[in-house]
T-cell receptor
């Protein structure tokens, strides 16, 4: 079956760095997405990786290793507003998005 | 980035009535749109894939007669919850795929449905 694994919850301190991991087993691979979702709101797009390596966008970076079925989202200089759930999703060979359960990130002052 | 508008954002309806939720891609054409349902503290659950001009593809366990999906144009897909019951109360979210070689999925704002 298809499976996306990411930690259920993480806690970090304001101003620090946090890495959220995502491992996947899917039937085919056509890109990996990271989304941010605040409580009660729809997810918002953060990043897209289809080739191995690191994609950097300001305070957020996303890394992909296709051979290992692994990605991480790196958040730097954490702010209180970064408290949210972070969803990892993989597009499979049928171009369907397979979703992880999300990682709830709690930022403490 | 691309904009997807979902309407209404909140709706309360009586048990037995039907509710229509609209999903519009405002600045791009979306041949494919997805409808999701999300329960509190749970991940997005794909309900169906909607392709313009053809019948929607429903995921296993989703009743197609209860959740009617219409994708009549390249910018509009609708989800109608028919004969709603309290257990249909949930957060419904649509997303639309952009085209081209670097396709991305953008989400609507979501609709909080409460059936009383």
């Amino acid at each position: 079956g298809q499976n996306i694994d990411q930690p259920t919850e993480m806690t970090a301190t304001e101003g620090a760095i946090v890495q959220i991991n995502c491992t996947y087993q899917t039937s085919g691979f056509n890109g990996l997405f990271w989304y941010q979702q605040h409580a009660g709101e729809a997810p918002t797009f953060l990043s897209y990786n289809v080739l191995d390596g690191l994609e950097e966008k300001g305070r957020f970076s996303s890394f992909l290793s296709r051979s290992k079925g692994y990605s991480y989202l790196l958040l730097k200089e954490l702010q209180m507003k970064d408290s949210a759930s972070y969803l990892c999703a993989v597009r499979d060979s049928n171009y369907q998005l397979i979703w992880g359960a999300g990682t709830k990130l709690i930022i403490k002052p | 980035g691309a904009v997807v508008s979902q309407h209404p954002s909140r709706v309360i309806c009586k048990s037995g009535t039907s509710v229509k939720i609209e999903c519009r891609s405002l600045d791009f054409q979306a041949t494919t749109m997805f409808w999701y349902r999300q329960f509190p503290k749970q991940s997005l659950m794909l309900m169906a894939t909607s392709n313009e001009g053809s019948k929607a593809t429903y995921e296993q366990g989703v009743e197609k007669d209860k959740f009617l999906i219409n994708h009549a144009s390249l910018t509009l897909s609708t989800l109608t919850v028919t004969s709603a019951h309290p257990e249909d109360s949930s957060f419904y979210i649509c997303s639309a795929l952009t085209g081209g070689s670097h396709t991305e999925a953008f989400f609507g704002q979501g609709t909080r449905l409460t059936v009383v």
